[in-house]
């Protein structure tokens, strides 16, 4: 599935069904969480951090994702924009639009 750069928060909500993704009951202060069948999170659309002391991009909108990588076939963070595997670190703060 294509997205825009940066990818739109309807984009993902649309590709993480078609992916057979469920979401998680919402809470105020935790992010959008979508599962896949056995519960492990495949895609987090998180908002605005408020506390201090943090990674300088959870002040803003962002999302992570986790898919299978071919190569290791483990549960690995991902950025289905590019199409490329990463750490925490690298692919934990991608950005994302609300709309």
Request: proline share 8%; with cysteine.
């Amino acid at each position: 599935m294509p997205f825009n750069s940066p990818p739109k928060v309807s984009q993902f909500r649309a590709w993480a069904t078609s992916l057979g993704y469920t979401r998680k009951a919402e809470s105020v202060s935790a992010p959008e969480i979508w599962v896949d069948s056995e519960g492990r999170w495949r895609l987090k659309i998180k908002h605005p951090a408020e506390r201090a002391g943090l990674h300088p991009r959870s002040y803003e909108q962002r999302y992570s994702c986790r898919e299978i990588n071919p190569a290791t076939d483990q549960l690995e963070y991902y950025d289905p924009v590019t199409g490329m595997f990463g750490t925490r670190n690298s692919m934990g703060h991608l950005e994302v639009v609300i709309d």
